[in-house]
Each structure stands twice: as C-alpha cells, then as structure tokens.
C-alpha cells in the first residue's frame, strides 16, 4: 500500500472518529436474523456435541458481525466439548473458525497456528473433502502471513487433491483461494488465471460469494495493471452481490480495494469516500476493546488448557503413524518368513532328495558287491571241481602228494571269516537288524543257518549259495528244506522277506 494512501487513513479514521458513521443494510440484518435463528437452536438443546455444533456455526455468524469476544467464548466451549469426545472433524471446523476470527482481528500469527491445528485433526478425521478444504484454507493465511512458498505449495497440493476426488467445489475454492494470494504475491497475471479457472466453477455451482470474490480479486489484478476500465466492470459485478452476500468483510475488503482503484487514477475525492467507509466498517469488525477482551479470552483458555491436552492430538497422530508402520513392517515381515521358509524347504527337499539318492546308489552298490561276490565264489568253486575231476581221473597214478592237493582244494571252497565279516557288513547296510530280529524268532539257528537265511533273503540261486557253503547244489537243496522246517513256514522266501 503506497505512503500516501497510509497517511490519508490516519487522518479520514480521525474524520470518521467525529462523523460516528453508521450504516444498516439488508444483509446485515439477514446476519442478525442468522445469530438469532441459532440462539434459539441453542437455548432448546441439551445434548453436549449437539450444542457444541450450533455454538460453532453461530460464532461463524456472530464474527461476520463483529461480536468476536462472544464469539471466541462460544468456539472455546465447543472446541472443549468436542476435545472430550474426540470429534476430529468437528475440532476441525471449530479451529478453522477460530483461525477466521484471528484473521479478522489481523492477528495472522495466531490465524496460522490455529490453522494449522485445524489441519491436523483434518488428517486424523480422514475424510478427503475436508482434509482438502482445510489444506487451502490453511495455505490462504500462510500467504495472508507472506509465506507465499509453503502456502503455494499447500494449494498445489489440495488442487491436486480435489482433482483426484473430482471434487468440483474444492477445486473452485482452492483456485479461488490461491489467486487471493497470488495477488499479494504481486504476479498479477497467474491472479487473473486462476480466479477465471474458479469463476465458471461457482456459477454453475450457483454459489454467489465465490462469484463475488472472483470478480473482486479480478478486479483487483487489473488495477494493478492499471487496466481500469476493465477493472470496473469486474468491480461492479462483484458490488451488485454485495447485499446477498451479506458479509460486513467483504463490505470492508471491497471498500479498500476500490480505494486503491480511485486513488491509482487520481481520483481522490471517491478514494476519501471508500476510505471512510472502510474505516467505518473496520471499526465495527475489529475495534480495540473486543481485540482486549479476545485476548484475555484465549490467555484463559491457554491457562485452563493441559499440556496433556496439547499432547492429545500429536500422541494420536503418532499413534496412527506407528500403527500404520507396524502394520506395513509386520506384512513385510510374513513375506519374508514365507518366502524364506519355501527357500528352506525347497533346499531341505533337495537334501533329502540326494540323500535318497545316495542311499540308494550305495544299497546298489552293496548288492551289487555282494552278487558278483557270489559269482565269483561260485566260479571258484566250479573251477575247483574242474580240478578235482582230473585228480579224480588220475586215482591209479594218486600219490600222497596228491591227496594233499584235493584236501587243500576241498578247504579252498570254503569262505574264511574275513570274507564271511565282509558279506555280513554289506549284508546289514542293504537290511539293518535283519539278523536280530530273526534270532529273536528263531533262537535256535546255527551259523551255517543264519547265512542261508541271509543268502535266501538276497535271493541268490541254490548254485550261488552252495558256492557261498562250500557244498553240493543238492546239500544246499536239504539244507534250505531243513531251515524251512525250523522255522515253522510252508514260504521261506515270504518270510525272510518280511522279517
């Protein structure tokens, strides 16, 4: 605002000081009429959240009207009330009107903390509308407070927001919103963008003070350009819903601006007549007794307020915060325990599978062993018998030295305990126990026995066993016919099987 325009409102706040100015029009008493409509709702209700609601909307109301000491007792009461019953979204709304009447008593300061309050409980409310609306009406007193990069910010962040929810009404407010900052700002231009993106939005939506405001922040920029004609028609569009509106706000705002529209074209008679009824209406919203008696207000109610109370809303948060993590680390953590416990048993499988596979190459490989040995105990003996057979041709031409030779031929058939040790050990890694449990069974078998048995249960062939023996094929023949009877079964082969 130019040094000149600031002098002539100390002086014109004198004139109007002598003057006592006063003015009632028609949409201040719709206000009057609003105050007294919610009064009554008031004196009728008993139940807590309910009046705690119609003393919000009505401090609303009765800020519009200037009355701000009432007003701030009533949002304070309430904000208690819905503190106790843990309303989010009411305390939501309740800070935002408390942040509005700090706004109209020029007390920005104030207006952002108790915004920003708002826009806490915004969050821990959860609905997406709100949180939205709350987002640019925090970034509207960021900007008011010339923190024009966060509040910037902020409502790219709730356009962004209102176009995912194709909230219409939010998008309008949020344009409208942030060309009323854009303008302090001083980029003129992007003022006029963003006020005409939100000005087709509010008349179809019919909401005639979002139409007024357009047109007045349009207004505005073109003065600033020094685009006064076209200013004025903007201006007086936005004058004409003045009185539907009904706001002595706006009343004071567009007083000022015209101000300035008067005074940039040198003017000064109409810019007096504008600042003289800003003044008046400047009176009537804030003067210096209700910002005492406003402030002694909120030092009670900080006084009366707990840290405990304080720390409710940043504990809550915290809380959600956590609970979230948590929840997103616990799932993180079952995926992978589940895929860590599929990689262990797919390698356990695998284990095992080569285990088996090695059991089983070494059980072939025993029964192989023990095979071939029998083979080749028999192909011994037979060439043994060959042996015999030409001594036994030679029985006229026998000498001592030659019985001797059969003898030893004879005992040559014969497995030494070596090689008997040996079959056994293979024997028992191809049937563990095999030989305990058939002596429990049978106590009464012999070694000779237990070795058929065994050679029985390898299913080696009456040649390979009487090789094994040292006997004829018929005397293994006798021999198994024996062991079937000691051991009482028509089935030997059955038997051993399953023994």
Sequence with gaps: MPTFLLTRRLSWLLILGLLGYSQRTSAQSVTQDSIQWYNTQLAEQQQPLARARTQVALAWHLTSAGETERAANLLLTAIDVFRKYRRYNDLRQAYVSLAQLFQFQHNLPKSVEYSKQALDYARLAGDSSKLCLTMHDYAMILGENRQ????????????????????????????????????????????????????????????????????????AALTKLNRFAEADQYYKRAEAYLPIVGSRYYDREMALTRTEWAERQGDYRAAFQYQKAYFTLDTLLANQQNKEHVAELEIRYRTRESEQEKARLQRDLTYQRWLFAGGALLLLLIVVAIYLQRIQLAQRNQLLEVQAQLARVQLQTATDQLAVFADSVVRKNAFIDQIQNELDSLKGQQSAGSQQLIEQLNQARLLTDAQWNDFRLKFEQLHPQFIDRLRQSVPNLTDTELKMACMIRLNFSTSQIAGMLGISADSATKNRYRLRKKINTEDINSYLSNT
Excluded: C, H, W
């Design 148 to 219: 024009f990069g966060p509040s910037l910010a902020y409502f790219d962040d709730a356009i962004q927001l209102a176009n995912r929810l194709n909230d219409t009404n939010n998008l309008m407010l949020a344009n409208l919103n942030m060309a009323s900052i854009l303008i302090e700002k001083g980029d003129y231009l992007q003022t006029i963008s963003r006020a005409q993106q939100a000005l087709p939005i509010a008349g179809r939506l019919g909401d005639r003070d979002a139409v007024f405001r357009a047109d007045a922040i349009i207004g």
